[in-house]
């Protein structure tokens, strides 16, 4: 195979730069000293927007909710995915591939329809704008994500396993708690952790149902970035890349950034 | 024995039909009432809503604008993601996972930072917007906030990342002697690209198709970001019908088109792939 020419090289670099930059513009205006939107050279520059924003019981109180939300969410999802994930890989029974399919549906339904639609339901049956509600919505969406990962590391298990525990007078039960879980432990924390990205960063859906009291990270976001826009956003912006690099780091060592997102085994 | 995969299944199942399938059909009713501003929404069952979304020209536009703004993103995603994959299939280990973590790291920062991003850069004293005047080609900075370019360059940044999974995805399945073979007969490499590598890349190109224009039609908010009022797209006038002016039977009419716009999308390619790419799938 031959190598990368140089035209290659200078469109590859382009486009790296061409997916940074935005994420760079945001970092450096998170460190402006000024007190509107813009730059400030490098001598000038100051943490002066961190430290508002670490000060601001608006962001930090919707940091906390996203964060909440995230993490409660992920693990129902995770519960509700790692059973029926067994069920499909290991178990042939009528309407399996229905199933499965039912169970990654929520990824072609626009999250803009999911939110009006569970904005109508909620309000229906009295939970509308609750965090209740929220969470429920959440678990929907980030399911399939979950699932995906759970059921991909499923199906490589290696079913000799299964059957020299049987063979040596181990039950199905024995097997699923001693042998499968923990083998599918790194499928269910890469699965959790991609859930809890999608749920961290979902705008779109959570619109319609966030209350007031419990607004979350993006929607504050998007909220003052339309109405109030100062580099107090780029801070608390800058918190969440930060968070996101290092969350990329742990995803990397352990599981392979490439297998998580791009599913290859 | 034969109930235990049920019995397993039926926990995420029931949540499904209780809090996914249920809002859905409740959603569906309702874009068949009729509302006014004195009474609110009526029981009636009618097909107005649907009849007033299709013959009304201000929605023809909408639909019409975001349904370029998607072909334009799509392409351009697959374009670029083509030729970078290309690139990234002929780099060393080393290189091609640090190239990765760039180009997907941005899938874990939430598109309203990524959007703001661009705000930054594209706004009125955004570096971007200043490149002209450096260049001597203008003598005010061009600022593209606003403005559909705006729109399509950032949704290109926010999407490219998924025809690149996509893409990579098939890659990964590639047989390298294959590509050797045909090198080895003395084709070219253009020769080689064009009749060995694209084709086995082609269900991953058209499965990133498919996923960067149905994510596009149904985008919120870099489109009300960048776009703002004048630059409506169909997620907007959802938003609004909603949250604003509170028909939300005619907003729920406008979600129901939009589901089935994408419900056909996905439909046509896996007709599409299955028939034409039956054996790289086997």
Same mark, same amino acid.
């Given at each position: 195979?031959?190598?990368?020419?140089?035209?290659?090289?200078?469109?590859?670099? #382009?486009?790296?730069?061409?997916?940074?930059?935005?994420?760079?513009?945001?970092?450096?205006?998170?460190?402006?000293?000024?007190? !509107?939107?813009?730059?400030?050279?490098?001598?000038?520059?100051?943490?002066?927007? !961190?430290?508002?924003?670490? $000060?601001?019981?608006?962001?930090?109180?919707?940091?906390?909710?996203?964060?909440?939300?995230?993490?409660?969410?992920?693990? =129902?999802?995770?519960?509700?995915?790692?059973?029926?994930?067994?069920?499909?890989?290991?178990?042939?029974?009528?309407? %399996?591939?229905?199933?499965?399919?039912? #169970?990654?549906?929520?990824?072609?339904?626009?999250?803009?329809?999911?939110?009006?639609?569970?904005? %109508?339901?909620?309000? $229906?049956?009295?939970?509308? %704008?609750?965090?209740?509600?929220?969470?429920?919505?959440?678990?929907?969406?980030?399911?399939? !994500?979950?699932?995906?990962? =759970?059921?991909?590391?499923? !199906?490589?298990?290696?079913?000799?396993?299964?059957?020299?525990?049987?063979?040596?007078?181990?039950?199905?039960?024995?097997?699923?708690?001693?042998?499968?879980?923990?083998?599918?432990?790194?499928?269910?924390?890469?699965?959790?952790?991609?859930?809890?990205?999608?749920?961290?960063?979902?705008?779109?859906?959570?619109?319609?149902?966030?209350?007031?009291?419990?607004?979350?990270?993006?929607?504050?976001?998007?909220?003052?970035?339309?109405?109030?826009?100062?580099?107090?956003?780029?801070?608390?912006?800058?918190?969440?890349?930060?968070?996101?690099?290092? #969350?990329?780091?742990?995803?990397?060592?352990?599981?392979?950034?490439?297998?998580?997102?791009?599913?290859?085994? | 024995?034969?109930?235990?995969?049920?019995?397993?299944?039926?926990?995420?199942?029931?949540?499904?039909?209780?809090?996914?399938?249920?809002?859905?059909?409740?959603?569906?009713?309702?874009?068949?009432?009729?509302?006014?501003?004195?009474?609110?929404?009526?029981?009636?069952?009618?097909?107005?809503?649907?009849?007033?979304?299709?013959?009304?020209?201000?929605?023809?536009?909408?639909?019409?604008?975001?349904?370029?703004?998607?072909?334009?993103?799509?392409?351009?995603?697959?374009?670029?993601?083509?030729?970078?994959?290309?690139?990234?299939?002929?780099?060393?280990?080393?290189?091609?996972?640090?190239?990765?973590?760039?180009?997907?790291?941005?899938?874990?920062?939430?598109?309203?930072?990524?959007?703001?991003?661009?705000?930054?850069?594209?706004?009125?004293?955004?570096?971007?917007?200043?490149?002209?005047?450096?260049?001597?080609?203008?003598?005010?900075?061009?600022?593209?906030?606003?403005?559909?370019?705006?729109?399509?360059?950032?949704?290109?940044?926010?999407?490219?990342?998924?025809?690149?999974?996509?893409?990579?995805?098939?890659?990964?399945?590639?047989?390298?002697?294959?590509?050797?073979?045909?090198?080895?007969?003395?084709?070219?490499?253009?020769?080689?690209?064009?009749?060995?590598?694209?084709?086995?890349?082609?269900?991953?190109?058209?499965?990133?198709?498919?996923?960067?224009?149905?994510?596009?039609?149904?985008?919120?908010?870099?489109?009300?970001?960048?776009?703002?009022?004048?630059?409506?797209?169909?997620?907007?006038?959802?938003?609004?019908?909603?949250?604003?002016?509170?028909?939300?039977?005619?907003?729920?009419?406008?979600?129901?088109?939009?589901?089935?716009?994408?419900?056909?999308?996905?439909?046509?390619?896996?007709?599409?792939?299955?028939?034409?790419?039956?054996?790289?799938?086997?």
């Amino acid at each position: 195979m031959k190598k990368n020419n140089i035209g290659s090289c200078i469109f590859h670099v #382009l486009f790296l730069l061409f997916m940074l930059m935005p994420l760079l513009a945001v970092v450096l205006m998170s460190f402006t000293s000024k007190g !509107y939107m813009a730059f400030s050279s490098l001598d000038e520059m100051s943490l002066r927007w !961190y430290y508002e924003v670490f $000060n601001s019981e608006a962001y930090m109180d919707a940091l906390l909710t996203s964060i909440t939300l995230g993490a409660i969410s992920s693990t =129902i999802a995770c519960i509700l995915a790692v059973p029926a994930c067994i069920a499909l890989a290991k178990y042939d029974f009528y309407g %399996k591939d229905l199933i499965n399919s039912f #169970l990654l549906s929520p990824l072609m339904i626009p999250h803009i329809v999911l939110g009006i639609a569970f904005l %109508k339901f909620f309000s $229906n049956v009295g939970i509308s %704008k609750s965090f209740l509600g929220l969470v429920i919505a959440h678990i929907i969406l980030i399911s399939p !994500y979950a699932m995906r990962l =759970i059921l991909a590391v499923v !199906y490589s298990l290696d079913k000799n396993i299964d059957n020299a525990a049987l063979s040596l007078g181990s039950n199905k039960f024995m097997i699923t708690v001693k042998i499968t879980l923990p083998l599918l432990l790194p499928g269910i924390i890469s699965g959790w952790l991609i859930s809890f990205i999608q749920s961290f960063d979902e705008l779109t859906m959570s619109i319609f149902l966030t209350p007031s009291s419990l607004i979350t990270l993006p929607v504050k976001m998007y909220n003052d970035i339309d109405e109030n826009l100062t580099p107090m956003i780029t801070a608390i912006s800058g918190v969440v890349i930060f968070g996101a690099i290092a #969350l990329m780091f742990i995803i990397d060592k352990f599981f392979g950034l490439e297998k998580v997102l791009i599913g290859k085994k | 024995m034969k109930k235990i995969p049920f019995l397993l299944v039926s926990p995420a199942v029931l949540f499904y039909i209780v809090f996914l399938v249920s809002p859905l059909l409740i959603t569906l009713i309702m874009s068949f009432h009729g509302y006014s501003i004195y009474t609110g929404i009526s029981d009636d069952f009618s097909l107005a809503n649907y009849e007033e979304v299709l013959s009304d020209s201000y929605f023809y536009k909408i639909f019409l604008r975001t349904f370029l703004l998607s072909v334009a993103v799509a392409l351009l995603c697959t374009i670029l993601a083509i030729v970078e994959a290309l690139i990234l299939y002929k780099m060393s280990t080393f290189y091609k996972s640090i190239s990765l973590l760039i180009i997907l790291g941005p899938l874990l920062v939430s598109v309203v930072v990524r959007t703001l991003g661009w705000a930054i850069l594209i706004g009125e004293n955004g570096f971007l917007s200043s490149i002209p005047v450096l260049l001597h080609l203008s003598e005010q900075p061009v600022s593209l906030m606003y403005t559909q370019i705006g729109v399509v360059i950032t949704m290109v940044h926010v999407l490219v990342p998924f025809s690149i999974i996509a893409i990579m995805a098939t890659m990964s399945k590639l047989d390298d002697s294959i590509v050797n073979a045909s090198l080895s007969l003395k084709a070219s490499s253009f020769y080689t690209l064009r009749k060995v590598l694209i084709p086995q890349l082609m269900p991953g190109i058209l499965s990133g198709v498919m996923v960067v224009f149905t994510l596009s039609i149904t985008a919120f908010a870099t489109p009300a970001i960048i776009g703002g009022r004048k630059l409506k797209v169909v997620a907007m006038v959802i938003y609004d019908e909603f949250l604003a002016t509170l028909n939300w039977p005619l907003g729920a009419s406008i979600a129901m088109i939009l589901i089935i716009i994408n419900f056909v999308c996905i439909y046509f390619y896996n007709k599409y792939t299955q028939k034409k790419y039956k054996r790289v799938f086997q």
